[in-house]
């Protein structure tokens, strides 16, 4: 039996039984690991007196029988750092956070270790909560993750004929392809999506073109769903929302 401990976000909570919880955590360097949060409900006598809600940070020990291969570990202490609750007095920044942690508990493996992941969600957590445009950070997030899955999107040439990307003409986007697509390759594919140079300037490189940051922000969100296999169901809630 394994004792780790770790520091974790909250990506999903399951209540299970009257007093226990199933829990998706991100730890910093064990990667996505699965954890049931044995009388965690109660109130008293417990060592996680306040419980654990989705979107808090915090370091945990949990065990485990065999690493790697656990279906669920056990939470054995949770120590609370920052807590999600903060983020439930502005229900943009709220649905922004729960956007990213759907995300991150789709696009990565269980225990397959992503620091730099980690601290890209504790800061985006940490932007919202100060007060950060929803939309704006989640478009940092958004790069943080791709990069951090290996597939972030090829943007500074054709992915169809590895040709620089012309000055001048349409521009389109393929998730399947992994990039940008000139005029002359675009028509031979039927997913695609055609974006503007101000959104491809935005996509490219932080801070550019302030004003293409939603426009941005949807072409990712259009790659990540079909990295997914689905639409993040946060998306349309937080878009009424903005
Ligand atoms: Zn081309």
């Not at 954890?35 to 949990?62: M, N, P, Q, V, W």
């Not at 993750?145 to 972030?152: A, P, W, Y």
């Not at 990307?165 to 399947?176: H, N, R, T």
Request: with cysteine.
């Amino acid at each position: 039996m394994a004792i780790i401990k770790d520091d974790a976000v909250i990506l999903r909570r399951l209540d299970y039984s009257e007093s226990s919880q199933v829990l998706a955590v991100f730890t910093r360097t064990h990667g996505k690991v699965r954890l049931i949060a044995k009388g965690i409900k109660r109130s008293t006598k417990t060592k996680f007196a306040t419980g654990i809600d989705l979107l808090d940070i915090g370091h945990l020990t949990f065990s485990a029988r065999n690493v790697r291969q656990e279906a669920l570990a056990t939470l054995t202490e949770w120590v609370q750092s920052q807590t999600g609750a903060a983020l439930r007095d502005a229900l943009d920044r709220l649905l922004a956070a729960q956007y990213a942690a759907f995300a991150a508990a789709e696009l990565t493996e269980d225990w397959d270790p992503h620091p730099v992941l980690y601290d890209g969600i504790c800061e985006t957590l940490r932007a919202l909560t100060a007060g950060s445009g929803p939309v704006s950070t989640l478009l940092v997030f958004q790069r943080c993750l791709l990069q951090e899955i290996g597939s972030f999107p090829i943007l500074d040439a054709c992915v169809g004929c590895q040709r620089p990307i012309p000055a001048q003409g349409d521009l389109y986007f393929s998730s399947l392809d992994g990039g940008l697509l000139c005029r002359d390759c675009e028509s031979a594919r039927s997913e695609k999506l055609a974006i503007d140079r101000a959104t491809l300037a935005c996509m490219s490189e932080e801070g550019a073109a302030a004003e293409s940051t939603t426009s941005a922000f949807h072409v990712f969100d259009y790659h990540i769903s079909h990295l997914m296999g689905k639409p993040n169901p946060l998306l349309r809630m937080l878009m009424s929302a903005c």
